[in-house]
Each structure stands twice: as structure tokens, then as C-alpha cells.
């Protein structure tokens, strides 16, 4: 806590306990997977398999053709029945690739493994680029994109932090697979080109830092360090981690200060494809909240329906009208009015909260949300601008800087939707933007 | 199942402002009865009594105007009263009033404080300036006379401000001060006369420190509000040479002499941190507290009136709005604006005792009661 500034990060009760200590649930589809072909809003898809085909895990599917092109490969093997619209997480239906099972689940290496100690830096670059893996951390930014200029770059940061309450996917993943996450992490050190990597890891988390620490001791590698964080949200932001790690500050990218974070499971998944050939198939990812009867953790292939593996872990409690179903974490996540979604690639959790909801108070100016904003943002003041509908005051108040984070509203003692405000001062300046 | 949809977060914290608003009635209500044992031990139990009787002819006002006000909104009379907070007001109110005021002109202030001070402008939320000390100036500026006698000796703030002009330079001059008042304990403690809260400067810090911890106030307005008043009194001790008290050097006894006389105590605890009409961002509080503390100790050493605390607080409340759009913008990068901010009001602070010091002249000989005229002014002297 600085003078000027708030403390800018708040403690959040995990609720992890919930999930951490049970095994994960490895789950099949009984019959058909829905591979989402979406890759951020405009982008074109190009299939490379025709209707009836036979497709194994592994086989690559689609191209998409965005300004990032990403490769798109099988978690099942089975028939290729053809497109099918359905709801998707986000918010809008979007075209699926249906895969009906068979029953040998047969896999293909999905291209060559890399000799990466060896490899130069466009190799390799290129090598990630087609494995088609995209940041498993939530935004889903094709991973090789953040490697591609490496010049000013000079630290690495792992996130494994996981700050959102009640995931634990990332934790259980590095837990079983410490060694392909130590052999990934060395592989973006390369393709960073830094001699420094931290990994941040919450101090609440002692098991996973000594499980990493002698990972690293084992292989003796030196410039890659395990450091424990506060148990406060949002630790894994990248902003907030990047400012406890190594306290610097940028404008819009890490780049910007010579920084690149990654996922601790994007790492699991560069060192899979670097070593193995294998494209990501299956995901680990954590069904909590107090929505369902047996909350834990599954192992899923990408593109099984959320109401399916509901269905398989117990279902969901019964007494009550309606809950809310979120794509993600109690935070950041968003509700999803129907369960035919299905996993994608950089989701990490559902989460099956009850619907309940306190009234909202008159704002009695507390503070709260601008001495806890992570960007250093005024909500109050850019929700009054917003209720002024004056959009250059919503500009000079900086709310495009806004990561919608979820922390003003989750402070808030007067139960105002504060990030929802905040959202709706973004809408009015990007709508302004688009008209021009 | 029904699956419904819900911006997100969906996940909010169990703080509330009833619980807010629950603390902090608790943080008055010590003071409150603390006030409350002293005037019965004091003066007996009927002056005890007398504050009782003036904080319910609050609360009643109180409530009664905000049952009106919901019955002209068409709304419910029980949401707008437990939602409007209108019995933190009342408890401030009557603890900033001395004790000798009739009832009538509580109810007076209180219709003040609340019906104009806070629900012309809106409600709970929306006034500009502290609906307590608006009531509080209308007692002031109004009911001078209406008093009764309960309570005739005179308060510390009173003869500070009366007899010594606000600085007694040598020790015989403190001596004889603090000789009618009790000394520097009983001013710690608030065993002397005074508005009804006002006094208790252990007191009302300790519950300070709880509010602070609690999260209910910001502990930037108080330390800044005080501390600039001690940095303020400390240069102007230094400035005009104030002499040593029993080996105390003169710039520390005489800042702790400012800071346990009169109300800034309670003023910077209570009133000053109410979020409403105080800035919303760290800085803008820090600015807001120095200007405050300023402003306070220039009507102390050179106004008329013998306290400054109130009105400090109503001039501030309407620079409020200007500094929050002063301070606008994301904070990491108006950080130099704020710190340039700061530096001003930091320097029109000094400002103050630079000035107070060419101009002032000190009380240097003992002041005997009888050579006193000032203080028989009416009782209601002690503004806070």
C-alpha cells in the first residue's frame, strides 16, 4: 500500500478445498464431441476433412484464418459427421465440428517432435505456431504470437498462480506433470531468449512450490525460479503479477517492459507438442461451486458438452428454480444461459453458483473500488460519467484500460454492479470509435 | 435446471454498508455513553440524563422527517429509513452541541441537518456537505441564546480561545491554563466541558484506530488532518518561540496542546472521513485533509470564532467535487499531478503559521479567572 494508491488487489476466500484434494475424473463422451470453429469474432475456417471422413487424436481438422492463424486438431478419433450450430461461450451460437466416438480411440502423432535444445529460434517458432496452441490462462492469444519479437525481452514469467476462486485445474496439472512443466518451461525460456524466469505460485500453495523447486533442483537448471505470491485477486492477472514479481508497469503489452507471461499449462502443452507430437487433446478442468452436488476436477476431451460431464460427476443440486452456470471462474467467467456448451481449448472451469443476489444501495462514495482497482482505475468516477453519459469524461477516466477483472464489484459494500458500469462506459466508447 | 444470466462478477463480498454504517454507530455510541458516565459523575445524573433526552429529540426528528420524505417519494417509509443512515447524523449531531442547548433547538438542527442538509439534495448519497455540521452551524449561527444553565463552567476550548488567544508562549502562561482546566491529563482523557463527544481525545482515537481497522474510514483523512494541524501549530511554536514546558520543548507541547483542545480530534475521526462528502481517490483524501487542516487552524488563531473544525469541514465538503475531477484519470498516471497537488496545499498550510506568526501576538503572563469577561459568552461557544 503506497500513499497515493489504494492496495490495489484484495484477498478473496478461495473455496478451493472444494476441488484440490480429490482425484481428477477422467471422462469420455458417450457419443459425440462439438469442436467449437472460433477463433475470436471475423474469422474464417477452412476445413481440411470432408463429412463421413474417419479422424484419429491428432489429426488436424482446420485452419483458421484470423490475423493469427491457429491449426485446429482431434481430441477423438471417430467419424466426421459434418457442422452443426450450437451456443458457445461466447454468448453467441457458432459452427461445431461433430465427431460421433468409436471405440478404439485410436491416436496419430500430430506432427514431428522438435529436437528444441538444438532448434534455432524461427524453428522453433514456427514449430509452436503449428501445434496450434493458444494461452491457456482464459484469453486464448495463440502462443507463438508473444515469441515472435523477443529482442527487448529479458524475463519470463510463468503464471501458476490461479488466483480466481474455486479453480484448481491448473494446480492439479502442474501436480501430476511436474516434469513436462519444468521441460516447458525451459523450452519458452529458449524461445524467450531470457536468463531469467520466475514462476509465480501462491504461498497458499506450499505442496506445488516444493514439487516445482525439486523438479528444477533435479535437473539442475539455473535462472528458473519458483516464487510464492500473496493469496490475493488478481494475482494472475498479468498486470498485478508482472507489478509483484519484477515491479515494473507498461502501457497495453508486458512486451512493453521486456516481460512475457505464460500459463503454467501452456507450458505442459509447448513441452507435449515439443517432445511428443501430441497436439492438445484433453483438458484438465475444475467443476465447482456450491450449484453442484460433487464438485472436482475432470480430465476431458476439447468439445465435450458442459451438460454431459454435469450429467456424468453427479449433477447438479435439485431444490432450488434456477442457477447460474459460468464459463470460467466466479469472476471473470460469464454466465451462460444454456449447458449445451461445450469445452473449449482455453477453458479452464464451469462454475455452477446459486442464484441468489443482494439488493444495490446508493453509492456512498467509499472509495472501495477505486483504492482496489488493479489498473489504478476510478470506477466510481467513470460510473458517474456513465450515468452523465459524457463520453470524453469516460475517455479522460480511463475506462478502456479496464480488465474487467471483477474486483470493484466484488468490494463494493453498497452490492452495486460497478464492473457492469464500467462495461458500459467501454460499449459507449467503442461504438463512438466505430463511427468515426 | 434453469440456468439465469448475470453480469459478472458473480461473486460479491459479504461487506455491506449496514455493516459499514453498524460499526461506526457502534464507534459513536462508546463515545456516547463515555460522555454520558462523565456528566453524571461530574454534574449529576440529571445533566447525564440531558444528553439522553437530546439524542432521542434527534432521533425522533430524524426519523420522522425521513418517514415524510418517503411518503412524498412513494416509497416505502422502512427501506428509506434503515437506508438512509439518518441516525449516524443525529448521533453526530448531538455529540458536536454542548450540553447546555434546549431541546427545541436539537430538533431545529437536526430538521436542518436532515431535511435540508441530506434529503434536499437527494437523500443518503447525494449531499454536498456534512448533514451534522449543517445542522450544527444553524445551531450555531441561530440558537447562540437558547441554553440552559446546566452546565455553567467554562470549556477548555473556550479559555484557550478566550483568555490565551490560542498560544500561551511561556510556561506561567500554560501553568495557569492548564490549572483551570485539569492539566494535560484530564484533556487527554475528556474529563473536562465541552460539546458532548467532543472531549474524549483517547477516547475517540482508539475508536478511530477500530473504524480504521474495520474499514470503515480512511486512515489518510485523520492522520493528515492531524498531522498537518501539529506540523501547522509545530512551526508556528517555532516561529514565535514558544518557550519550553517543564524541559517539553514548545513545538511539541504546543501542537499536542491544538490537537486535545476543542473538537479536531472528533472532527477528523467522525466527520471529515464521512465517505459521502469527502474525494473518493487516496490522493484526493490527502489533498482534502491538509486543506482542512489548514483552513481549521487559521479561523482557531486568526477568526473570530474560537473553534474551526466545522466550518473547515463545511468549506472543504464543497471543494470536494473539484477535486475529484482535478484527480481525474487512471491514478498511476496522474501520480505527479496528485503529488504537485499535495505539495500546494502543503505549502499553503505552512502558509498559515507563517502568516498567524508575524501577525499574532502570544498571551505571555499567568490570566487569572477573574480578570475574564470573555467567557461569559453563552454557552454554546465551543463550535467544533
Known amino acids: 500500500m503506497s500513499l497515493l494508491l489504494g492496495p490495489m488487489c484484495q484477498h478473496i476466500p478461495g473455496k478451493k478445498g472444494l476441488t484440490d484434494h480429490s482425484d481428477v475424473k477422467r471422462l469420455m463422451p458417450a457419443k459425440e464431441v462439438y469442436i467449437p470453429l472460433f477463433a475470436g469474432n471475423n474469422s474464417e475456417v477452412e476445413l481440411l476433412v470432408n463429412e463421413g471422413d474417419h479422424v484419429y487424436i491428432g489429426t488436424r481438422l482446420a485452419n483458421t484464418k484470423s490475423a493469427f492463424p491457429v491449426p485446429l486438431y482431434s481430441s477423438v478419433s471417430g467419424i466426421y459427421k459434418g457442422t452443426v450450430k450450437r451456443p458457445h461461450n461466447s454468448l453467441k451460437p457458432q459452427l461445431h465440428m461433430v465427431i460421433e466416438l468409436d471405440e478404439d480411440q485410436e491416436a496419430v502423432q500430430a506432427f514431428e517432435p522438435i529436437d528444441w535444445e538444438n532448434a534455432s529460434h524461427e524453428d522453433l517458432v514456427e514449430f509452436v505456431k503449428n501445434t496450434g496452441i493458444i494461452g491457456q490462462g482464459g484469453a486464448g492469444f495463440p502462443t507463438y504470437v508473444k515469441y515472435q519479437k523477443v529482442e527487448n525481452i529479458d524475463t519470463l514469467i510463468i503464471n501458476a498462480v490461479e488466483c480466481e476462486p474455486y479453480i484448481t485445474a491448473d494446480y492439479k496439472c502442474v501436480m501430476d506433470y511436474p516434469e513436462q512443466f519444468v521441460h516447458g518451461v525451459r523450452i519458452l525460456k529458449k524461445l524467450a531468449q531470457v536468463d531469467r524466469v520466475l514462476i509465480g505460485v501462491k504461498k497458499t500453495h506450499p505442496d506445488l512450490i516444493n514439487l516445482v523447486r525439486d523438479e528444477i533442483k533435479r535437473e539442475n537448471l539455473v535462472g528458473i525460479e519458483v516464487v510464492a505470491v500473496p493469496d490475493v485477486y488478481p494475482m494472475g492477472g498479468e498486470r498485478t503479477l508482472i507489478r509483484q514479481l519484477v515491479k515494473r508497469e507498461y502501457k497495453r503489452l508486458p512486451g512493453e517492459c521486456g516481460v512475457i507471461v505464460n500459463n503454467a499449462n501452456t507450458a505442459i502443452l509447448v513441452a507435449r507438442a515439443a517432445e511428443m507430437g501430441q497436439a492438445q487433446a484433453k483438458k484438465y478442468v475444475t467443476f465447482s461451486g456450491e450449484g453442484l452436488k460433487y464438485p472436482t476436477n475432470v480430465l476431458v476431451p476439447i468439445g465435450m458438452s458442459v451438460a454431459e460431464i454435469i450429467e456424468q460427476i453427479g449433477g447438479t443440486i435439485e431444490d432450488v428454480q434456477s442457477l447460474k452456470l459460468i464459463s470460467g471462474g466466479p469472476m471473470m467467467g460469464r454466465t451462460m444461459v444454456s449447458d449445451q456448451i461445450v469445452i473449449d481449448r482455453a477453458m479452464n472451469a464451469i462454475t455452477i453458483l446459486k442464484d441468489e443476489e443482494e439488493p444495490a444501495m446508493t453509492c456512498l462514495r467509499c472509495g472501495r473500488c477505486t483504492s482496489h482497482c488493479p489498473m489504478g482505475l476510478q470506477p466510481v468516477r467513470i460510473a458517474n460519467a456513465v450515468k452523465m453519459n459524457d463520453a470524453a469524461e469516460m475517455e479522460k477516466r480511463g475506462a478502456m484500460n479496464c480488465i474487467e477483472c471483477g474486483l470493484c464489484t466484488y468490494v463494493c459494500p453498497s452490492h452495486i454492479q460497478v464492473t457492469e458500469n464500467v462495461r458500459k462506459a467501454k460499449r459507449t466508447l467503442m461504438m463512438k470509435a466505430n463511427k468515426k | 435446471m434453469k440456468y439465469t444470466f448475470h453480469v459478472s462478477p458473480n461473486l460479491q463480498s459479504k461487506n455491506s454498508t449496514q455493516q459499514i454504517m453498524r460499526d461506526l454507530t457502534i464507534g459513536l455510541l462508546v463515545v456516547f455513553v463515555a460522555s454520558v458516565i462523565y456528566y453524571s459523575t461530574a454534574f449529576g445524573i440529571n445533566v447525564g440524563l440531558q444528553a439522553v433526552i437530546l439524542l432521542a429529540c434527534s432521533l425522533v426528528t430524524t426519523f420522522v422527517c425521513e418517514a415524510v420524505f418517503a411518503k412524498l417519494k412513494k416509497k416505502s417509509v422502512k427501506d428509506v429509513i434503515t437506508h438512509s443512515f439518518g441516525w449516524v447524523t443525529s448521533i453526530i449531531l448531538v455529540m458536536m452541541c454542548p450540553m447546555n442547548i434546549t431541546p427545541y433547538a436539537i430538533i431545529i438542527a437536526t430538521f436542518f441537518a436532515i431535511a435540508v442538509g441530506r434529503l434536499m439534495f437527494g437523500g443518503f448519497g447525494y449531499n454536498i456537505f456534512n448533514p451534522a455540521a449543517v445542522g450544527r452551524a444553524v445551531i450555531f449561527a441561530s440558537f447562540s441564546g437558547a441554553t440552559t444553565r ?22 506561567v502562561a500554560l501553568e495557569s491554563y492548564l490549572d483551570r482546566v485539569g492539566g494535560f491529563g484530564s484533556l487527554f482523557l475528556g474529563t473536562t466541558p465541552g460539546a458532548i463527544g467532543e472531549t474524549f481525545s483517547i477516547l475517540i482515537l482508539l475508536v478511530g484506530v477500530f473504524l480504521v481497522l474495520r474499514g470503515v474510514i480512511d486512515w489518510r483523512i485523520p492522520t493528515f488532518y492531524l498531522g498537518t494541524i501539529f506540523v501547522i501549530t509545530c512551526a508556528l511554536a517555532l516561529l514565535t518561540g514558544v518557550q519550553p514546558y517543564h524541559g517539553i520543548p514548545g513545538w511539541i507541547w504546543y501542537p499536542v496542546l491544538h490537537l486535545i483542545t476543542g473538537g479536531v480530534i472528533f472532527g477528523g475521526v467522525f466527520m471529515l472521513t464521512d465517505p459521502v462528502t469527502a474525494p473518493t481517490s487516496p490522493a484526493g483524501r490527502i489533498f482534502f485533509a491538509i486543506c482542512a487542516a489548514a483552513i481549521t487552524v487559521l479561523i482557531r488563531l486568526k477568526g473570530n470564532l474560537p473553534e474551526g473544525c466545522l466550518y473547515s469541514i463545511l468549506i472543504m465538503n464543497c471543494f470536494t467535487p473539484m477535486i475529484e475531477s482535478a484527480l481525474d484519470g487512471p491514478q498511476l498516471e496522474i501520480k505527479k ?36 469577561v470573555v467567557e461569559v459568552v453563552p454557552c454554546v461557544e465551543e463550535v467544533l
Open chain 2, 150 to 171: 446546566l452546565v455553567t463552567s467554562a470549556t477548555p476550548t473556550g479559555i484557550l480561545a478566550g483568555s490565551f488567544k490560542w498560544l500561551p508562549m511561556t510556561e
Open chain 2, 337 to 372: 499531478k496528485a503529488w504537485f497537488m499535495i505539495a500546494c496545499s502543503a505549502v499553503l498550510a505552512l502558509c498559515v503559521s507563517f502568516y498567524a506568526s508575524s501577525t499574532m501576538k502570544g498571551v505571555k503572563g499567568p490570566v487569572k479567572k477573574t480578570a475574564q
